[in-house]
């Protein structure tokens, strides 16, 4: 699958560099497979979450959310949002 963008991933890290390592991992596993649809997601990251067409994953040990929208038909994962727990539950990512 391909990543856009990896530089919104590089921006929140520069703000908590902690994210850095876990967002980076989780590019490289979604870049290194090719995954058909929400099952087989779910099964190499359990704790995604499907919120309406949107999937939240919850990174670097549950401190980060970092929400996408997945194209599994064009192997495309588009970043829409990377948030700490605070942000996340303010629930704007929803708009």
Do not use: C
């Amino acid at each position: 699958m391909r990543v856009i963008s990896n530089s919104a991933l590089k921006r929140f890290a520069e703000l908590h560099p902690s994210a850095e390592m876990p967002l980076q991992g989780w590019r490289r596993v979604i870049e290194k497979n090719d995954f058909e649809n929400w099952a087989e997601l779910k099964s190499a990251f359990n704790s995604v979450d499907k919120v309406s067409e949107l999937f939240v994953f919850n990174i670097g040990g549950n401190k980060y959310r970092l929400v996408t929208y997945i194209r599994f038909e064009k192997q495309i994962v588009y970043v829409k949002a990377v948030m700490d727990h605070g942000e996340y539950d303010k629930g704007l990512w929803k708009k």
